[in-house]
């Protein structure tokens, strides 16, 4: 390796400081180095402080000069401290090997990742316990997987089988599990274990309730507090309170309602209620051997109240409803128990057998009653020739009953008697009647 040779120098007898003019010391003379000065010794380097100044080891023994020619002599050291270097980089270089080259990293914290980023060194992977992957952003741990669960910002936490899912929330002390021995989804009180909520194998959300063969929602313990309320964002909706008696008819329907003992109240609407349909009827007991009545069909009241197709046994008429939008009377299963519903244990043949048992007396009660019109407009069975503005009248037909038109200049006081009502438009050939009783 060549001497470097470039600029001059300035030596101070006693001094251990070599100035340098138009020297570039600081890439080309290292510790250890030899320098020949203008005295003719060699002086040791002991420190290359900038680009045009150097410390000797020993002070310099000859006499001050300046612009003085100089040399820098390289020596053994130079060698030996690149060894050492190298040294040092090949016990990296084998750490590296056994460890993160190989594909191992260290444990790494949360805030410092033993996997993380160039640019982003709070941000990757780090060991957070046995078996413990935890993942953190910004150096806080979001999440972590072990072998039997996974835990979200320690909020959501999915495990095996006999763990489930639990998402809990330590402010709002909730959490969703699984229920030991049962194939659900609930949500427990953290803090007293009791269970708010749940879905069950078959779908059904129970509230307040742990078991059902249906949705329940079930609030309060006594008549008349309130159940569950639906609402806009600035308006009440919808409220459901507590009523506990006068359990409405088992028969299939959409929509039943018990009423409140109290109040015998059942609803109660700020505005009006609309139905589709077009009159008001009533329940009505048969008389024995009364049989079918056809929609629009006349028939009689005997003496008990009862309904009768049998002219002699009459002694008032009305019209079988055809399409009411409100009925009354609806009693006539009071004395069935309620729509029988599954056992959790109970045999799904059992449950069956009971139930087509329990449809059977229900379908035996209907047909003792028929639902008759009292107001509104009802479709009317004629028997005769009529037109707008007739009246419509009971008639024998046979030991029957039959309904006939009689024109308003020609009905007789007997025959108004017996109106049934009054034609006010004739569609689909028939005759739209509104209900009167004589």
Not at 167 to 187: D, F, K, R, Y
Not at 303 to 314: H, I, M, P, S, V
Not at 351 to 365: V, Y
Not at 423 to 434: K, L, T, Y
Request: hydrophobic content about 40%.
């Amino acid at each position: 390796m060549a001497w470097y040779r470039a600029g001059t120098v300035a030596v101070t007898n006693g001094s251990a400081v070599i100035a340098g003019s138009g020297t570039a010391w600081v890439n080309n003379v290292q510790i250890g180095h030899a320098i020949n000065l203008p005295d003719g010794r060699a002086y040791e380097v002991l420190s290359v402080d900038s680009n045009t100044q150097i410390t000797l080891g020993s002070p310099y023994l000859g006499v001050a000069a300046t612009g003085q020619a100089y040399s820098v002599q390289p020596n053994q050291g130079f060698a030996q401290a690149a060894a050492a270097k190298l040294t040092d980089f090949l016990s990296q270089i084998s750490g590296w090997i056994s460890g993160a080259l190989s594909g191992r990293f260290g444990d790494g914290t949360s805030g410092v990742p033993g996997i993380s980023f160039a640019v982003d060194q709070d941000t990757g992977l780090y060991r957070g316990g046995a078996n413990v992957l935890g993942f953190s952003v910004g150096g806080v741990g979001r999440a972590a997987l072990a072998p039997d669960k996974m835990t979200v910002n320690e909020l959501l936490e999915i495990g095996g089988p006999s763990a489930g899912l639990n998402l809990s929330n330590p402010q709002a002390a909730w959490t969703i599990t699984a229920p030991a021995n049962a194939n659900a989804l609930a949500i427990v009180d953290r803090q007293t274990s009791s269970e708010r909520a749940r879905f069950d194998a078959a779908g059904n959300l129970l509230v307040g309730a742990t078991s059902a063969s249906n949705h329940v929602i079930s609030r309060g313990t006594s008549e008349g507090d309130l159940i569950m309320q639906v609402q806009g964002k600035a308006h009440p909706g919808v409220a459901f309170f507590s009523a506990a008696s006068g359990s409405a008819n088992s028969s299939a329907c959409a929509f039943a309602l018990n009423k409140n003992a109290q109040t015998n109240r059942s609803i109660n609407a700020a505005g009006t209620i609309n139905g589709s349909g077009a009159d008001y009827a009533e329940y009505m007991l048969k008389a024995a051997g009364c049989g079918i009545i056809a929609k629009g069909d006349v028939c009689g009241v005997d003496r008990e109240g009862k309904l009768t197709r049998t002219w002699a046994d009459a002694i008032s008429f009305v019209v079988k409803s055809t399409d009411p939008t409100l009925v009354g009377g609806d009693t006539w299963a009071a004395h069935l128990p309620p729509r029988p519903e599954q056992g959790e244990d109970e045999a799904a043949a059992t449950f069956a057998s009971r139930l087509t048992e329990w449809e059977t007396a229900l379908e035996q009660a209907r047909l003792c009653v028929d639902r008759i019109a009292f107001c509104g407009q009802v479709p009317c069975n004629v028997s005769s020739d009529f037109e707008v503005g007739d009246y419509i009248v009971a008639a024998a037909s046979g030991a029957g009953i039959k309904a006939v038109a009689v024109k308003p200049d020609d009905i007789t006081f007997p025959e108004y008697m017996r109106r049934i009502g009054k034609v006010w438009a004739i569609r689909e050939g028939r005759a739209w009647i509104d209900v009167q009783h004589g």
